[in-house]
């Protein structure tokens, strides 16, 4: 028995204001009832026992671990720069903010 019927699928186009044609319909009725059973057997499978997660496997820092490595020296990271002032990149001041 189908889960979603071809007129369900009409009632819920002409509540989202979609004009769909007949062909759509039964197409969107069977994508919709396939998608419905997929969702049923997942709710059958799934128990209480087994904790919700977000990833199939547990996961740990994924990240590499942080390291100290050469950088650039502040000349060579403001070389750049169209204006520098106290070491610094110099900007416009925006906002009428006061020094």
Known sequence: MSAITRDEVAHLAKL???ALTD??????ATQLDVIIGS???VAEIAAE?????????PLT???????VRQSL?????????PAVEDDR???????????
């Open 16 to 18: 989202s204001r979609l």
């Open 23 to 28: 062909d759509e319909l039964s197409h969107y």
């Open 39 to 41: 969702v049923a057997k």
């Open 49 to 57: 026992d087994v904790p919700p997660s977000s990833h199939a496997l």
């Open 61 to 67: 820092n994924v990240f590499r671990a942080d390291e």
């Open 73 to 81: 020296t502040p000349q060579q990271a403001l070389s750049g720069a």
């Open 89 to 99: 990149f110099r900007v416009p001041r925006i906002l009428g903010e006061e020094a």
